[in-house]
């Protein structure tokens, strides 16, 4: 008889392990996998956005609404807490431009390291290659059926994930088991997932990256979703963390083919300065080509596609240009319409949206309101925030709090 079963050794579930043994609980972490921490391996493209430099409102608001519910959470393991955990197992961390919290070695192993080691010295007991198949009330607590075997537990703490890159192991399983105990489960869709769209040429463009551009996602003009950010084309569509952040309106939605997305090349200048821009430079550099005009502020082989799409030749000199193709160019550079097909899906993924009812999670503990004696933490639950380290810092508080919430327990 365990005192605390934990499954799932994600981010949360390995602080939700490391919380209650550090509290004197015989603890159990159990993963279906043959290693830990896989997804946290792969995130940030394998360096481990850890946290965001902010405080607990500032983590809170980039949810949203349902942020709310991470108050307790984050009282129990802060911004500060987090990066200080961290710091204390000898991994030392930096804060880049927007804010993103990594290691100094850029290395998202050394974060797992860092978890492993305070997970080892807690005393709890990590067990892999160890898939439950189905979670069942028993008379002192529970049973947890696993492929091997029956574990009694008094406790339980669920950090089974989404389902966002399925290949990581995060395959749903928790959602079946909730809903069973009689939890509702909010339909789960990816999100920070990258877009697709039915525009040949954007294929011919990838590989660039705009490092500042602004994208609105919109049905009849409509604005489901706006954001700023770093943008990449790819030959799918297009991706990079403001199509990330705005993709949820696209996942959502249950014809996303209605949709359009409009594209600003160029966020920090008006379309009146733009085309004033444009008519000084044809009037004072007539003799450049406008792509090599443009080109002072964005890559080269972007701007010959987009004199391509106002439809003026690619070696377009700036001498005499009208200010019918002025006009023209500016709109193509400020307000690109692309007609939107979808997703990557689940499996380029980097979050679930939707998961566990929060109005069936008590915030105070992460105790269910359903079922006495389990606890719901991480990416499971219905809660889903934008790209910058506010996900795992979701994950790795909500798992602290269960874990001392389930060790207080008699």
Request: proline residues 5%; neutral net charge.
């Amino acid at each position: 008889m365990w005192d605390v079963v934990v499954v799932g050794a994600g981010a949360a579930g390995l602080l939700a392990a490391t919380a209650a043994a550090e509290q004197g609980r015989r603890t159990l972490l159990l993963e279906k996998n043959r290693k830990p921490g896989v997804k946290i391996l792969m995130s940030g493209g394998t360096r481990c956005n850890i946290t965001q430099a902010t405080d607990n409102r500032g983590i809170v608001a980039a949810f949203g609404p349902l942020g709310r519910f991470l108050h307790s959470s984050l009282a129990a393991l802060t911004v500060d807490d987090t990066i200080a955990l961290f710091e204390t197992e000898g991994v030392r961390t930096k804060v880049e431009e927007t804010g993103k919290v990594f290691p100094v070695s850029n290395k998202a192993t050394d974060a797992l390291e860092a978890l492993l080691r305070r997970l080892r010295r807690s005393g709890a007991m990590l067990a892999l290659s160890e898939p439950v198949r189905d979670l069942q009330r028993a008379p002192a607590g529970f049973a947890l059926i696993t492929a091997t075997q029956t574990i009694q537990a008094r406790r339980v703490i669920l950090t089974v994930g989404g389902q966002s890159y399925p290949g990581s192991g995060t395959t749903g399983d928790g959602y079946a088991f909730l809903a069973r105990l009689g939890h509702t489960i909010v339909p789960p869709q990816p999100a920070l997932v990258p877009i697709t769209v039915a525009a040949e040429w954007v294929a011919e463009l990838r590989g660039i990256t705009i490092p500042d551009a602004a994208i609105r996602i919109h049905e009849d003009q409509e604005t489901l979703e706006a954001r700023r950010g770093s943008l990449l084309f790819a030959h799918f569509g297009l991706s990079g963390p403001v199509v990330l952040d705005a993709s949820r309106a696209v996942s959502r939605h249950h014809h996303p083919e209605r949709l359009l997305l409009e594209l600003d090349v160029l966020p920090s200048m008006a379309q009146s300065e733009l085309d004033e821009f444009l008519r000084q430079e044809s009037t004072s550099s007539g003799k450049k080509q406008l792509a090599g005009i443009l080109a002072a502020h964005l890559p080269r082989r972007l701007c010959d596609k987009l004199l391509e799409l106002a439809g003026l030749p690619v070696e377009r000199k700036a001498a005499a240009l009208s200010r019918a193709d002025r006009t023209n160019l500016a709109r193509v550079c400020k307000r690109l319409e692309l007609p939107v097909t979808g997703t990557l899906g689940f499996g380029k993924a980097e979050v679930t949206a939707g998961g566990v009812s929060l109005d069936e999670v008590d915030s105070r503990t992460l105790e269910s309101k359903c079922v006495s004696g389990l606890f719901i933490a991480g990416e499971i639950l219905d809660l889903d925030g934008p790209i910058g380290g506010y996900n795992f810092q979701a994950a790795f508080s909500t798992g602290w709090l269960a874990g001392l919430s389930a060790a207080k327990l008699p």
